[in-house]
């Protein structure tokens, strides 16, 4: 037995040997005293090490008769039994108690369950919020719309959504680094936070977009309020690098129930507005027109495919350019309600000619032997998931947060990559000609 007490208190996992009915402590093994900090000089009364592990009479009591009527093979005893363990520094750890038999002596085993609840609440985290900023995703985001749309038709309420991004960002962002775009971004996330009342939800929906959902601001006053507290919190400048930098907000709103009922058409409309305030100028404020429910004679493009969003190659500015139709066809269908199958087909159809575009892409790094070709090609990859799971959650959410979510993805696979392999190709010796192939025929 002399050599089986060594050999366990070598084991590199906490555990103890408990003698007779009462549970008392032969071995603490030398792995469990420096986990949990209890110095050991060798076997002890029932009550020594328990009562210095567990201090409260009455846990540990509870806790002792229930691992005293623990018996191998009964249904629900091979669970692990959840306890507090009081450390010798004081502190406190949640552990696992597992109990195993030895003729008459039992083996607990404990298990650490602080740290593995710590990272399962990250990645419970992660899911649902924004890695950079911390602030809410995407997800999350139309999941607390929904919310606010029960809520709202319920009672009665009115209640607003905004939709915004950053005047200025991706020239500092060109200029100084991804690393200080980064920092503004969670800058400006910061301020965003600190504007809103308790019960308003700001959300990073991709690149420099937030969306804002303020409940009760079914009065344009109420809404114009906070708007207006946004746009201010970006009045004073950031300092980056040593340096003072400014960025505007421009943010289009839209409220329930004056320009829709759906997440949908609330969505729809608080985007229309943002770009109307885009063209107005920065840290500018719109909020869709009362009955601002346009027909297919009137509707604006979805995506406008402007001049910063060329690249300077012609063959790849053709193709973003049909992407960006193909997106607006799909736009389009949504809004005119066209059948499920007809929507799907399109979302299909830009996921098709992605990869058309991804290929090019790929030619004309290999052909001019651009730099860093692996990380580009893990990045295509990359985007192609993300596109796959926009068309997987297809059916799970609103067809305008699909559309939103398009739309993100399309521009920042342009700003983020694009532009910055056009350079390159160009400083090689791209030639630019139009009439290259893998153009989309007109």
């Known amino acids: 037995m002399v050599d089986g007490l060594a050999l366990l208190d070598s084991v590199p996992v906490p555990l103890a040997v408990l003698e007779g009915p009462d549970l008392r402590v032969s071995l603490l093994n030398r792995c469990l005293v420096e986990s949990f900090g209890h110095p050991?000089?060798?076997?002890?009364?029932?009550?020594?090490?328990?009562?210095?592990?567990?201090?409260?009479?009455?846990?540990?009591?509870?806790?002792l008769e229930s691992l005293a009527s623990?018996?191998?093979?009964?249904?629900?005893?091979?669970?692990?039994?959840?306890?507090?363990?009081?450390?010798?520094?004081?502190?406190?750890?949640?552990?696992?108690?597992?109990?195993?038999?030895?003729g008459e002596t039992r083996l607990m085993v404990l298990e650490e369950v602080g740290a593995q609840r710590r990272a399962q609440r990250e990645l419970e985290f992660l899911a649902f919020h924004d890695p950079l900023t911390g602030l809410p995703n995407r997800m999350l985001f139309y999941d607390r719309f929904h919310q606010a749309l029960r809520l709202a038709k319920r009672h009665q309420r009115g209640f607003s959504v905004l939709l915004g991004d950053l005047d200025g960002f991706k020239a500092i962002n060109d200029r100084l680094g991804h690393e200080a775009g980064d920092l503004l971004l969670k800058k400006a996330a910061g301020r965003f936070q600190a504007a809103l009342r308790a019960t308003d939800t700001v959300a990073r929906i991709g690149g420099d977009e937030f969306a804002f959902l303020l409940p009760d601001t079914g009065i344009e006053g109420d809404l114009e309020a906070v708007?207006?507290?946004?746009?201010?919190?970006?009045?004073?400048?950031?300092?980056?690098?040593?340096?003072?930098?400014?960025?505007?907000?421009?943010?289009?709103?839209?409220?329930?129930?004056?320009?829709?009922?759906t997440m949908d058409l609330l969505l729809a409309r608080a985007d229309g507005a943002m770009y109307a305030a885009k063209s107005r100028g920065t840290n500018t404020f719109v909020h869709a027109a009362?009955?601002?429910?346009?027909?297919?004679?009137?509707?604006?493009?979805?995506?406008?495919f402007g001049n910063s969003a060329l690249?300077?190659?012609?063959?790849?500015?053709?193709?973003?350019?049909?992407?960006?139709?193909?997106?607006?066809?799909?736009?389009?269908?949504?809004?005119?309600?066209?059948p499920p199958d007809q929507l799907r087909e399109r979302l299909e159809a830009v996921s098709a000619f992605v990869r058309v575009h991804f290929a090019l892409e790929e030619d004309l790094m290999r052909t001019f032997r651009t730099s860093d070709q692996e990380a580009h090609f893990r990045h295509h990859g990359h985007?192609?998931?993300?596109?796959?799971?926009?068309?997987?959650?297809?059916?799970?959410?609103?067809l305008s947060a699909t559309l939103l979510e398009v739309k993100s993805w399309l521009l920042a696979h342009i700003h983020e990559s694009d532009q910055a392999l056009a350079r390159e190709l160009l400083a090689r010796g791209f030639p630019g000609n139009p009439e290259s192939p893998g153009a989309p025929s007109p």
């Open 383 to 398: 985007l192609l998931k993300q596109l796959a799971e926009i068309q997987a959650r297809f059916d799970l959410q609103g």
């Open 311 to 338: 690249v300077g190659i012609p063959v790849i500015d053709a193709q973003h350019q049909h992407l960006a139709g193909l997106c607006n066809d799909l736009a389009g269908a949504i809004f005119d309600a066209q």
């Open 70 to 102: 623990w018996a191998p093979g009964k249904e629900g005893e091979d669970r692990p039994l959840e306890a507090r363990l009081t450390c010798g520094d004081g502190s406190e750890r949640e552990v696992l108690i597992r109990l195993a038999t030895l």
């Open 227 to 261: 708007a207006r507290k946004i746009l201010e919190a970006l009045g004073e400048p950031f300092q980056l690098r040593g340096e003072p930098v400014r960025v505007g907000c421009s943010l289009g709103a839209a409220r329930f129930p004056v320009h829709g009922d």
């Open 290 to 304: 009362a009955g601002d429910r346009e027909g297919p004679g009137t509707r604006p493009p979805f995506i406008t």
């Open 40 to 63: 050991w000089a060798g076997p002890a009364t029932p009550d020594d090490w328990w009562s210095k592990a567990f201090p409260d009479p009455l846990y540990r009591r509870r806790l």
